[in-house]
Structure formats: structure tokens, C-alpha cells
């Protein structure tokens, strides 16, 4: 079952299911997910608001900007193995085919270069 008196452009069709697992990520984020969204929440990056575990076409985006179409996903080392690699792809193919950017980082790249992050996501927003 679809969420239906919601904004479709927002969730894309995304099920309960979707928005019960969006809230209990959000009480178990990251470190990295935790610093990146002390620097994105409230507008802070460019007066653009993203919301946090958000979801979106049947996924949960770490982060989107609806505004700009934008997703942010951060990757633990996980996502470097083969069957994860092949999940992210086909989950990126299907978002960009609703016109969503995704962009990826490690969580490495979060943790010990936080403003190089934020400078290539500014790059995106303002090419």
C-alpha cells in the first residue's frame, strides 16, 4: 500500500513499510550520516533542505534534497563488496531514471574530510 495523500513527486510511491524503516534509521544513523547532517539540516548548505532517511521510489535515501533532486548516499565498506555494488548500482540506475542525481562518499571521506565533502556537493549544486 501506497502512501497516498502525500506529495508522489516527494516519496514516489514508496509503501508504510518504507516510512516505518525511514524512522528507525533515524534513531540508529551513523557517525558519518550523524556529521553530515549537523551540516546539512536547518538549510545550512546553501539554503537547500534535505531531509534525512528519506524514502523515495521503494529506497531509503540517506539524504534528498526534493528541491534540487538531489540524494546523498554514504557508504560504509559494505557497499564494496560485489552483490552490494550491484544492489547500488541498480537502486542508482532506477533513481536517476526518475531524474534524482544520487551521489555517493565513504564514510571515511565524511569522517576525515568533512569539507572536501561539502565542497564537491556545492560543486553539484552550483556547477
Avoid at 54 to 77: R, T
Avoid at 92 to 111: G, H
Wanted: proline share 2%; aromatic share 8%.
Amino acid at each position: 500500500m501506497t502512501i497516498s495523500n502525500m506529495d508522489n513527486t516527494l516519496f514516489l510511491g514508496s509503501s508504510r513499510k518504507a516510512f516505518s524503516n525511514a524512522r528507525e534509521l533515524r534513531k540508529s544513523m551513523t557517525e558519518a550520516e550523524v556529521m553530515l547532517w549537523e551540516k546539512l539540516r536547518n538549510k545550512k548548505l546553501k539554503g537547500l533542505k534535505f531531509r534525512r532517511q528519506h524514502p523515495i521510489a521503494g529506497y531509503i535515501a540517506d539524504f534528498y534534497c526534493h528541491e534540487i533532486k538531489l540524494i546523498i548516499e554514504l557508504d560504509g565498506g559494505i557497499h564494496d563488496l560485489p552483490d552490494y555494488k550491484e544492489h547500488d548500482e541498480g537502486r542508482t540506475f532506477k533513481l536517476e531514471a526518475s531524474v534524482i542525481m544520487v551521489i555517493r562518499f565513504k564514510n571515511d571521506e565524511v569522517l576525515y574530510n568533512i569539507e572536501e565533502v561539502l565542497n564537491r556537493i556545492i560543486q553539484i549544486i552550483e556547477p
